[in-house]
C-alpha cells in the first residue's frame, strides 16, 4: 500500500502544467523573451531566447532551440545561441515556437510560443537563416 502511494506521488510531481514560463522536464526553461508577445513586428526583427540551459554547437554536445512558425515544426532553424534574426515571414499574425532540444535534436521537453503581428513589410515565406528539414 505505502509502495502504490509513493508511485500516485510521483506521479503527480512529474505531471505539473505548463505555468508559461516555458518549464518542463527536469526544472529546464525556455523563454522567449523578444518580441513581447502580442508585439507588431517589421522583417527583419530578432528573437531572443532564454534558457536555464546552455545552449551552444549541437557538436559539442549543448543543447540547442529550434525556432518554427505557426506550429509547423518540419521547417524550423537551429539556433545554438540566444538569439535569431528572421528574415522572411510574411505579413499577418504568426505564432513562433522555440522548442528546446538535446544535441542530437530530441525534444528535452520544454516548448514555448508567442504571437506577433507582421507589419505590412513582412516577405513571402517562412523562417530564414539556417533550416535543416528532417530532424
Request: net charge negative.
Amino acid at each position: 500500500m505505502a509502495a502504490a502511494g509513493a508511485a500516485l506521488a510521483l506521479l503527480a510531481a512529474g505531471c505539473g502544467g505548463d505555468d508559461g514560463s516555458g518549464g518542463g522536464s527536469g526544472g529546464m526553461t525556455l523563454e522567449i523573451t523578444a518580441p513581447d508577445d502580442g508585439a507588431t513586428v517589421d522583417v527583419p526583427f530578432t528573437v531572443e531566447l532564454s534558457s536555464s540551459e546552455e545552449l551552444g554547437p549541437t557538436e559539442s554536445g549543448a543543447h540547442h532551440v529550434h525556432v518554427f512558425f505557426d506550429g509547423d515544426d518540419s521547417e524550423y532553424q537551429v539556433v545554438e545561441s540566444d538569439s535569431v534574426e528572421i528574415t522572411d515571414l510574411p505579413a499577418g499574425e504568426h505564432e513562433i515556437d522555440a522548442s528546446l532540444r538535446n544535441a542530437d535534436h530530441s525534444p528535452a521537453g520544454v516548448e514555448t510560443s508567442i504571437t506577433v503581428t507582421v507589419g505590412e513589410g513582412g516577405t513571402g515565406g517562412t523562417g530564414g537563416g539556417d533550416e535543416l528539414p528532417g530532424y
